[in-house]
Protein backbone atom coordinates (compact mmCIF):
# COMPACT_ATOMS: atom_id res chain seq x y z
CA UNK A 1 0.00 0.00 0.00
CA UNK A 2 1.74 2.98 1.10
CA UNK A 3 5.63 1.48 1.43
CA UNK A 4 8.04 2.70 -0.59
CA UNK A 5 10.33 0.55 -3.22
CA UNK A 6 13.72 2.17 -3.78
CA UNK A 7 15.74 0.42 -6.52
CA UNK A 8 18.66 -0.54 -7.05
CA UNK A 9 19.76 -1.15 -2.99
CA UNK A 10 23.40 -0.71 -3.60
CA UNK A 11 25.47 0.29 -6.55
CA UNK A 12 29.33 0.64 -7.14
CA UNK A 13 30.07 3.06 -9.67
CA UNK A 14 33.47 4.60 -10.81
CA UNK A 15 34.49 8.76 -10.51
CA UNK A 16 32.65 10.59 -13.30
CA UNK A 17 29.75 8.08 -13.91
CA UNK A 18 26.06 9.12 -13.88
CA UNK A 19 24.15 7.34 -11.23
CA UNK A 20 20.21 7.01 -11.12
CA UNK A 21 17.75 5.59 -8.98
CA UNK A 22 14.06 5.40 -8.47
CA UNK A 23 11.46 4.63 -5.65
CA UNK A 24 8.17 3.29 -6.37
CA UNK A 25 4.76 3.24 -4.78
CA UNK A 26 1.26 1.51 -5.12
CA UNK A 27 -0.57 4.16 -3.83
CA UNK A 28 -0.30 8.09 -4.50
CA UNK A 29 1.87 10.30 -2.93
CA UNK A 30 1.76 13.76 -2.44
CA UNK A 31 5.10 15.03 -1.89
CA UNK A 32 8.45 12.89 -2.47
CA UNK A 33 11.59 14.27 -1.45
CA UNK A 34 15.25 12.65 -1.41
CA UNK A 35 17.63 12.71 1.23
CA UNK A 36 21.22 11.78 1.74
CA UNK A 37 22.76 10.04 4.68
CA UNK A 38 26.56 10.33 5.18
CA UNK A 39 28.50 7.82 7.20
CA UNK A 40 27.65 8.17 11.17
CA UNK A 41 25.60 10.93 10.64
CA UNK A 42 21.65 11.41 9.88
CA UNK A 43 19.69 12.11 6.57
CA UNK A 44 19.99 15.66 4.61
CA UNK A 45 17.20 16.51 2.60
CA UNK A 46 18.88 17.49 -1.23
CA UNK A 47 15.67 17.63 -2.93
CA UNK A 48 12.09 17.95 -2.44
CA UNK A 49 8.93 17.86 -4.84
CA UNK A 50 5.38 18.63 -4.75
CA UNK A 51 3.93 18.48 -8.04
CA UNK A 52 3.63 15.41 -10.33
CA UNK A 53 5.71 15.92 -13.41
CA UNK A 54 8.18 18.26 -11.43
CA UNK A 55 11.88 18.00 -12.64
CA UNK A 56 14.25 19.98 -10.38
CA UNK A 57 17.88 20.30 -9.57
CA UNK A 58 20.30 20.41 -7.28
CA UNK A 59 23.90 21.26 -8.57
CA UNK A 60 24.94 17.84 -9.94
CA UNK A 61 21.40 16.43 -8.49
CA UNK A 62 18.24 16.05 -10.79
CA UNK A 63 15.02 14.59 -8.91
CA UNK A 64 11.06 14.39 -10.82
CA UNK A 65 8.13 13.72 -9.51
CA UNK A 66 6.10 11.13 -11.69
CA UNK A 67 3.17 11.75 -13.47
CA UNK A 68 1.35 8.72 -11.83
CA UNK A 69 2.58 10.01 -8.68
CA UNK A 70 3.13 6.60 -7.83
CA UNK A 71 7.36 7.29 -8.52
CA UNK A 72 10.38 9.30 -8.39
CA UNK A 73 13.87 9.28 -9.49
CA UNK A 74 16.90 10.55 -8.41
CA UNK A 75 19.68 11.51 -10.51
CA UNK A 76 23.72 12.51 -10.26
CA UNK A 77 25.63 13.26 -12.98
CA UNK A 78 29.47 13.05 -13.21
CA UNK A 79 30.18 11.51 -9.80
CA UNK A 80 32.42 12.34 -7.28
CA UNK A 81 33.96 10.38 -4.47
CA UNK A 82 31.86 12.93 -1.65
CA UNK A 83 28.94 11.44 -3.21
CA UNK A 84 29.26 8.60 -1.20
CA UNK A 85 26.27 7.72 0.90
CA UNK A 86 23.16 6.33 1.68
CA UNK A 87 20.36 8.32 -0.36
CA UNK A 88 16.44 8.02 0.91
CA UNK A 89 13.53 8.58 -0.88
CA UNK A 90 10.83 9.77 1.20
CA UNK A 91 7.30 10.47 0.49
CA UNK A 92 3.58 11.73 1.94
CA UNK A 93 1.01 9.59 0.86
CA UNK A 94 -2.20 11.33 -0.51
CA UNK A 95 -4.25 10.20 2.40
CA UNK A 96 -1.82 10.36 5.47
CA UNK A 97 0.53 12.81 6.78
CA UNK A 98 3.43 10.52 7.67
CA UNK A 99 6.14 10.68 6.26
CA UNK A 100 7.14 7.02 4.38
CA UNK A 101 10.79 6.02 3.66
CA UNK A 102 12.39 3.87 1.64
CA UNK A 103 14.98 1.24 2.25
CA UNK A 104 17.85 3.54 0.95
CA UNK A 105 20.10 2.93 -1.86
CA UNK A 106 23.80 2.76 -0.83
CA UNK A 107 26.23 4.29 -3.27
CA UNK A 108 30.08 3.88 -3.29
CA UNK A 109 32.19 5.80 -5.99
CA UNK A 110 35.73 4.43 -6.56
CA UNK A 111 38.25 7.02 -7.41
CA UNK B 1 25.69 24.95 17.94
CA UNK B 2 22.61 25.34 16.03
CA UNK B 3 20.52 22.45 14.86
CA UNK B 4 19.32 19.09 16.37
CA UNK B 5 21.46 17.69 19.01
CA UNK B 6 20.72 13.98 20.28
CA UNK B 7 22.62 11.87 23.15
CA UNK B 8 23.96 9.77 23.65
CA UNK B 9 25.79 8.81 20.57
CA UNK B 10 26.05 5.50 21.69
CA UNK B 11 24.61 3.37 23.90
CA UNK B 12 24.66 -0.18 25.63
CA UNK B 13 22.17 -1.22 27.89
CA UNK B 14 20.57 -4.49 29.21
CA UNK B 15 17.41 -6.18 28.43
CA UNK B 16 14.45 -4.55 30.48
CA UNK B 17 16.93 -2.06 31.59
CA UNK B 18 14.70 1.75 31.21
CA UNK B 19 16.90 4.00 28.75
CA UNK B 20 16.54 7.68 27.54
CA UNK B 21 17.21 9.14 24.52
CA UNK B 22 17.57 12.63 24.42
CA UNK B 23 17.14 15.38 21.55
CA UNK B 24 17.25 19.36 21.72
CA UNK B 25 16.60 21.58 18.95
CA UNK B 26 17.48 25.62 18.63
CA UNK B 27 15.41 26.16 15.74
CA UNK B 28 12.44 27.07 17.13
CA UNK B 29 10.23 24.39 14.99
CA UNK B 30 7.15 23.44 16.26
CA UNK B 31 6.74 19.59 15.20
CA UNK B 32 9.29 16.88 16.33
CA UNK B 33 10.11 13.51 15.25
CA UNK B 34 11.74 10.57 16.87
CA UNK B 35 12.90 7.78 13.98
CA UNK B 36 14.53 4.38 13.94
CA UNK B 37 16.68 3.16 11.74
CA UNK B 38 17.06 -0.70 10.48
CA UNK B 39 18.53 -2.91 8.20
CA UNK B 40 16.09 -3.19 4.81
CA UNK B 41 13.31 -0.82 6.51
CA UNK B 42 14.50 2.51 6.17
CA UNK B 43 13.40 4.82 8.74
CA UNK B 44 10.36 4.16 10.82
CA UNK B 45 8.56 6.80 12.67
CA UNK B 46 8.38 6.08 16.41
CA UNK B 47 6.23 9.08 18.01
CA UNK B 48 6.02 13.00 17.15
CA UNK B 49 5.17 15.97 18.87
CA UNK B 50 3.28 19.43 17.29
CA UNK B 51 3.88 21.56 19.98
CA UNK B 52 4.47 21.36 24.08
CA UNK B 53 2.88 18.56 25.93
CA UNK B 54 1.10 17.24 22.63
CA UNK B 55 2.17 14.48 21.05
CA UNK B 56 1.23 11.36 19.46
CA UNK B 57 2.05 8.06 17.84
CA UNK B 58 3.79 6.95 14.48
CA UNK B 59 3.98 3.64 12.70
CA UNK B 60 6.11 1.46 15.45
CA UNK B 61 5.60 2.99 18.62
CA UNK B 62 5.28 0.28 21.03
CA UNK B 63 7.92 0.15 23.71
CA UNK B 64 8.53 3.88 23.99
CA UNK B 65 7.58 6.77 26.00
CA UNK B 66 7.97 10.30 24.62
CA UNK B 67 7.52 13.56 26.51
CA UNK B 68 7.67 17.19 25.53
CA UNK B 69 7.61 19.54 28.15
CA UNK B 70 9.56 22.49 26.23
CA UNK B 71 9.39 23.05 22.60
CA UNK B 72 13.04 22.84 22.24
CA UNK B 73 13.57 19.01 23.98
CA UNK B 74 12.18 15.81 22.64
CA UNK B 75 13.16 12.56 24.99
CA UNK B 76 12.56 9.04 23.61
CA UNK B 77 12.54 6.30 26.82
CA UNK B 78 12.37 3.01 26.48
CA UNK B 79 10.82 1.43 29.35
CA UNK B 80 11.79 -2.15 29.69
CA UNK B 81 14.08 -2.23 26.70
CA UNK B 82 14.13 -5.52 24.36
CA UNK B 83 16.42 -6.40 21.96
CA UNK B 84 14.17 -5.95 19.24
CA UNK B 85 15.06 -2.11 19.88
CA UNK B 86 18.45 -2.12 19.29
CA UNK B 87 18.63 0.48 16.26
CA UNK B 88 20.14 3.24 15.22
CA UNK B 89 17.77 6.36 16.95
CA UNK B 90 17.16 9.59 14.52
CA UNK B 91 15.41 12.80 16.02
CA UNK B 92 14.22 15.53 13.57
CA UNK B 93 12.13 18.76 13.56
CA UNK B 94 10.48 20.30 11.26
CA UNK B 95 8.55 23.96 10.86
CA UNK B 96 5.07 21.90 9.26
CA UNK B 97 3.64 18.71 8.98
CA UNK B 98 1.81 16.95 5.77
CA UNK B 99 2.62 18.80 2.92
CA UNK B 100 5.10 20.54 2.97
CA UNK B 101 6.98 19.15 5.78
CA UNK B 102 10.85 19.13 5.63
CA UNK B 103 13.05 17.13 8.13
CA UNK B 104 16.24 18.29 9.74
CA UNK B 105 17.64 15.27 11.35
CA UNK B 106 20.15 14.91 14.65
CA UNK B 107 23.33 12.86 13.93
CA UNK B 108 21.59 9.59 16.00
CA UNK B 109 21.85 7.52 18.51
CA UNK B 110 22.89 3.99 18.56
CA UNK B 111 21.61 1.53 20.63
CA UNK B 112 22.42 -2.02 21.21
CA UNK B 113 20.30 -4.12 23.86
CA UNK B 114 22.37 -6.92 25.07
Known amino acids: GQQLNQSPQSMFIQEGEDVSMNCTSSSIFNTWLWYKQDPGEGPVLLIALYKAGELTSNGRLTAQFGITRKDSFLNISASIPSDVGIYFCAGQPYNNNDMRFGAGTRLTVKP | DAGITQSPRYKITETGRQVTLMCHQTWSHSYMFWYRQDLGHGLRLIYYSAAADITDKGEVPDGYVVSRSKTENFPLTLESATRSQTSVYFC?????????????FGSGTQLSVL
Open chain 2, 92 to 104: ASSESRGFGEKLF
